[in-house]
């Protein structure tokens, strides 16, 4: 090569292409070789023109517009792609704790499809480099900056695979820190290298050139210096440090299938635990799958730095091109393969994507599982009946296993047990009780679809309600002058602002108050009704309902008794006696947090059927195999202080019967015992009536043991049997009462039979309202039997109540005698329809005492010797 060859080389590396021709001219024309003289014809404007060296303006053929389109296209299509992709991960991450990984590596590779497709194409269209030479090396910052980053987050997202099937229970329970962390790893070593490198004499800065389609630079400094031995050195570290981690978690799923450990598998993975809407069982079906887009996009990762250093080996704008497109591809993929490999995703994307942007939830309507496994349509509910009593035992231990949500327990030899089986607990429970020879029947083949007909639509379904004509009747709707219908469900916020409203308007006989917090925060609301509300020596009538979440019948049945009481005050006689000498006190929901979670997504059977509150994160052992089990939550109803956690309870945190940590643990019971005992209720309370569902009972206490009972168990079964019997005339429903162990199973810790024991109130009752203990519909009660239901089981409420006014007026009798003092040969009525009075109401005596006493005290006997 001649002189001025050299010279041009180094200038056409070294300057802007529109200045070649006034910085090569004077430098060419100094030499004084006439040996090289017709080297300065090839610096001719016919040789720039005929080389195509723009010296005017864009100057393209059709080569650029074919590579620089090519690039620009790919590169824009792969980024909406990926965001779109990206979008829908981030709004499931805080189910699939993988996805957290991934969208942290998504970011990454839409910047590298900015540099190595979007950016190249505009350079190669414009015939500009861009950016001036000048900021060259902070532009290479950038780019570098992208690269380790994104050649990092494959080993991140390599560990989070492994961490998901390897240890599911803990890699779910990621908090949103602890995986912002882990990834910030990757990007700050990313960006630490880079700054390291550029300080580097020996390190080479390239740029994009338009006329090689590609990044350039000197080349022989690159090659020669280090710069190329060091990006092969660390590149290649980087793409081997990933498979470890990948064939350790595909050894995991080898050993997986065996079946010794995949049964000791199926104690650890526990249903409803921290953090998550769905099964350990589903979201590690899901994290597996993940595994294979993420290892394919390694293996394609290794094969374009393979491909990449055989093009290195030749020349050419084409050979630098490829280069380009490979990079470009090698990002592009990952997008397709999570579409291709991820169900969740296709699902969020093209089937719910819709009602999810329509819905203030973003968990809701959801189905989170494998292609391979069934969806919400599998849940199913099914009938065991066991026949001796190694059935019974052996089904005892399965419900103590915690692994099953059984809506009946295992009580007795011939009684009906129902289990809610998810899909993938399914098969696992068949094969338990084959072992037993026990049939089953499927009540509920379709849970979701069920859910669908009786809670979530109304009216275009009307048809599928014709089942159990006796519960429907023409008055199956009411609605509130204050804007909260009966005969539907309603959520926590709006049934507070009801009872607001109710206050405001009825302020002289209504007080809305709080006893307390939830663990969420949520106020504990409840609605006091009655005369004098600060006459602190008027009795109280304690209803409460929703203790358990997923219990909706019962708490529309408290939330109707508040409609019922407020609507009729002054027009029904009953009513009216009650508040001018009662408060009636009413907690329609006491555990808000549970009742709001199991309307979070209310199609998914795992969340509309959740019991417990949503208490903190606790670990324990399960009671039968010794495991230990992390989840959410306690059983209200198993949390107070009487005999507490020794009989229908557990100490395994994933049980639904979950007693807790210890007695009034949590700030639910814990409100409900300072108000009892501690506040203006204290020592005022004659009756507690708490409502439930479901079984269509009436129990009393108390609930440890059959034969146990209260003192005053005479009363108690007394006015139980008159309960059922006015339930009962209304509708038709047949109501059974007993105690908790002679009905349906024993149980310690419930809330009437601590207000019993150790709040000394008389009457204390669990009312399980419909659907009956031998029905199928279980806690899915048809929406036109909720006002039905309310009706019947306020029947049964006013006998406990009328047995509170009756003793009231026998003290108020007791007291007001004395004070008369009258001799039966001087008694006499002061008015002369006394009689009259009295045939026409058989107890006007009673409920118009003060009246009755000072006209009519002989026909109503209130005379007394002297």
């Not at 180094?10 to 004084?32: C, E, M």
């Not at 008055?475 to 602002?497: P, R």
């Not at 005050?569 to 009413?586: A, H, K, M, Q, S």
């Amino acid at each position: 090569m001649n002189i001025t060859q050299h010279i041009i080389k180094n200038f056409i590396s070294n300057t802007d292409q529109i200045q070649l021709k006034s910085q090569l001219l004077p430098k060419i024309a100094s030499i004084n070789d006439e040996d090289y003289s017709n080297d300065i014809n090839f610096l001719s404007e016919d040789t720039f023109n005929k080389n195509e060296i723009n010296l005017n303006g864009w100057n393209l053929n059709g080569d650029d517009v074919f590579a620089g389109l090519f690039l620009l296209i790919f590169g824009m299509f792969g980024i909406i792609l990926y965001v779109v992709v990206c979008i829908a991960m981030a709004r499931m991450c805080k189910e699939i704790v993988g996805f957290r990984f991934l969208v942290s590596q998504a970011l990454t590779d839409i910047l590298l499809l900015l540099q190595f497709g979007i950016w190249p194409g505009v350079v190669i269209l414009t015939q500009n480099e861009i950016t001036p030479h000048k900021y060259r090396w902070h532009i290479h910052i950038y780019l570098n900056f992208t690269w380790w980053a994104m050649v990092y987050h494959y080993s991140i997202v390599a560990w989070s695979r492994l961490a998901a099937v390897q240890f599911p229970n803990w890699f779910r329970t990621l908090s949103y820190r602890t995986c912002l962390i882990i990834c910030s790893i990757a990007w700050i070593g990313g960006l630490l290298q880079t700054l390291i490198e550029h300080q580097l004499s020996w390190f080479e800065i390239l740029y994009y050139d338009p006329k090689q389609y590609s990044l350039t630079g000197d080349w022989v400094n690159y090659n020669e210096k280090g710069t190329a031995t060091y990006y092969m050195i660390f590149n290649w570290a980087a793409i081997i440090l990933p498979f470890p981690f990948y064939g350790y978690a595909l050894y995991v799923l080898f050993k997986r299938q065996q079946r010794q450990y995949y049964n000791s598998l199926k104690y650890r993975l526990r249903e409803n635990s921290y953090t998550s809407d769905y099964t350990v069982q589903r979201q590690l079906s899901i994290e597996t799958r993940l595994l294979i887009p993420c290892i394919i996009n390694t293996i394609l990762f290794v094969v374009g730095q393979i491909a990449i250093s055989i093009c290195s080996k030749t020349t050419g704008k084409w050979i630098s091109w490829t280069v380009m497109v490979i990079f470009t591809t090698n990002s592009f993929v990952n997008p397709v393969l999570y579409l291709c490999f991820s169900s969740v995703i296709r699902r969020y994307l093209f089937t719910n994507c819709e009602k999810q942007l329509n819905t203030s939830s973003i968990y809701r309507d959801f189905d989170f599982r494998s292609s391979s496994q069934a969806t919400y349509d599998k849940y199913i509910i099914v009938q065991l009946i066991p026949n001796n009593l190694t059935q019974l035992n052996e089904l005892n231990n399965i419900y103590e296993s915690g692994n099953f949500d059984f809506w009946k327990s295992p009580t007795q030899i011939n009684a009906p047990v129902d289990v809610l089986l998810t899909p993938k607990t399914q098969i696992h429970f068949m094969h338990l009780i084959s072992k037993l020879g026990l049939d089953y029947k499927i009540l509920v083949s379709d849970v979701v679809d069920f859910i669908d007909k009786k809670e979530i639509q109304i009216g275009e379904n009307r048809k599928h309600f014709i089942r159990n004509n006796n519960f429907i009747r023409k008055d199956d709707s009411a609605f509130d002058s204050l804007g909260l219908k009966m005969g539907d469900y309603h959520n926590y916020d709006d049934v507070v602002n009801w009872m607001k409203r109710i206050e405001k308007k009825f302020s002289n006989f209504v007080k809305v108050f709080s006893i307390g917090k939830s663990f969420e925060g949520r106020d504990i609301y409840g609605i006091m009704i009655g005369n004098s509300l600060n006459d602190k020596s008027k009795r109280i009538i304690w209803i409460d309902s929703g203790i358990h979440a997923r219990e909706w019948a019962a708490i529309h049945t408290g939330i109707y008794a508040i409609y019922h009481i407020v609507n009729n005050y002054g027009t029904d006689n009953d009513i009216t006696n009650y508040i001018n000498n009662l408060n009636i006190v009413i907690f329609p929901i006491l555990n808000p947090d549970g009742y709001e979670y199991t309307r979070s997504d209310p199609r998914n059977p795992l969340v509309r059927f959740w019991r417990k509150n949503r208490g903190q994160l606790r670990c324990g052992k399960n009671n039968k195999n010794g495991k230990e089990s992390c989840c959410k939550g306690v059983d209200l109803n198993r949390n107070f202080d009487y005999k507490f956690s020794q009989v229908g309870t557990s100490f395994d945190p994933c049980s639904e019967i979950y007693h807790g940590a210890k007695q009034f643990s949590e700030p639910e019971t814990q409100a409900i015992r300072d108000a009892v005992i501690k506040g203006n209720f204290s020592g005022r309370i004659d009756a507690m009536i708490s409502l439930h569902a479901y079984s269509q009972l009436f129990i009393y206490p108390f609930s440890i043991a059959k034969s146990v009972y209260p003192e005053n168990i005479s009363d108690l079964k007394r006015i139980a049997s008159k309960a059922v019997l006015a339930i009962k005339k209304m509708y038709g429903t047949k109501y059974q009462y007993g105690t908790g162990p002679e009905l349906i199973y024993p149980y310690t810790g419930g809330s009437t039979d601590w207000a019993k024991e150790t709040a000394k109130i008389q009457y204390t009752y669990t009312i399980e309202v419909r659907p009956s203990y031998f029905d199928w519909n279980g806690f899915i009660l048809d929406r036109q039997q909720l006002i039905p239901v309310a009706r019947e089981t306020w029947e049964g409420i006013k006998v406990v109540i009328n047995e509170v006014i009756n003793q009231i007026n026998k003290q108020k009798l007791s007291k007001e005698s004395t004070k008369l003092n009258i001799s039966p040969e001087k008694c006499k009525d002061f008015n002369s329809n006394c009689k009259t009075w009295i045939d026409n109401q058989n107890d006007i005596c009673k409920k118009a005492f003060s009246a009755m006493i000072a006209s009519c005290p002989l026909s109503c006997n209130f005379c007394s010797p002297q």
